[in-house]
């Protein structure tokens, strides 16, 4: 039975034109967490109704490589609805829904794929959510958004649009987008869904670290991106390495053995351990557990 890599457990989350079926297939290959056909505007829209047909297959595919498929459709009072008509016959893990200013958008969506569930004899329930915002309006409703269907198990952030509808000036050190990419984590915390961070849209590689730490830093785990290439760094930095764990393992034990002593803190390092460092050393260990078991578990 095919294991589906938990949301809290992906990464990365990469975006691939919708109609290019080379592209498509290379990325089985390429390590990303999620594989997202992109219908919007990555597929001009006199190319979608070959990109429809083309989601079984690929999506059988991007299965048998163990990525977790998704779909972003177009808005549905555009051509959405007729994309849903289709690539839902693949079976997709999640669909996203890009420009989401408003909860009702969601609620719409979750009742058409319900639909289609019923209509193509996937089981109710098993598709989830993914809600894109992309605007002002949005953003500040991130957490009505995300309450909207039970369906939704993350949220992700977008970055070009957003900048436009601010009126922002893009730049590879991604300062216009600073204050949106803080409160966008805050709202998807506090309404208990995966906070996915905006793509890095420029092609270095030092660019897509950089600004994959500064997710990191905020608390994000999973971050979106537009060129393949970042997949493996992206991976590399959300992911709890050796070290890291070694220095949770650390604190665990450190602060495990001061409170047996009936002391309220303990020094690591240099560091002054108190109860909250120590839970969020717990949950590092935790997530690398998590990675661990899931991928001893997965077909290599």
């Not at 730049?171 to 906070?195: H, K, N, T």
């Not at 690591?268 to 998590?290: F, Q």
């Amino acid at each position: 039975m095919r294991r589906i890599r938990p949301a809290q457990l992906c990464r990365s989350w990469l975006f691939l034109e919708g109609a290019n079926e080379q592209v498509m297939q290379r990325a089985a290959s390429g390590g990303a967490d999620v594989l997202i056909q992109e219908l919007e505007d990555f597929t001009p829209p006199q190319l979608r109704p070959a990109a429809r047909a083309l989601a079984p297959d690929i999506y059988r595919s991007w299965r048998e490589a163990g990525a977790v498929v998704a779909v972003r459709v177009n808005p549905l009072e555009q051509d959405g609805m007729d994309d849903l008509a289709a690539v839902m016959r693949g079976r997709p893990d999640i669909v996203a829904l890009p420009k989401v200013a408003e909860p009702h958008q969601i609620s719409r969506l979750d009742n058409a794929v319900a639909r289609f569930e019923r209509d193509y004899g996937i089981p109710e329930g098993s598709t989830a959510l993914l809600p894109n915002i992309e605007f002002a309006r949005g953003l500040v409703q991130t957490d009505a958004i995300a309450k909207a269907s039970k369906r939704t198990m993350a949220c992700l952030l977008a970055s070009e649009d957003l900048a436009a509808d601010l009126g922002a000036e893009r730049g590879p050190d991604g300062i216009e987008l600073v204050y949106c990419r803080q409160r966008f984590i805050v709202e998807c915390v506090a309404a208990g869904v995966v906070a996915v961070d905006c793509p890095y849209t420029w092609s270095d590689i030092e660019g897509a670290e950089r600004d994959t730490r500064w997710a990191r830093r905020l608390g994000y785990v999973a971050k979106s991106l537009v060129d393949p290439a970042h997949a493996a760094v992206i991976n590399d930095l959300l992911a709890p390495d050796d070290h890291e764990l070694r220095r949770a393992r650390d604190i665990v034990t450190a602060f495990e053995a001061a409170r047996a002593a009936g002391e309220a803190r303990v020094e690591v390092d240099g560091s002054l351990i108190e109860v909250p460092t120590y839970h969020t050393a717990k949950r590092l260990l935790a997530r690398g557990e998590a990675m661990r078991q899931f991928e001893r578990a997965s077909p290599a």
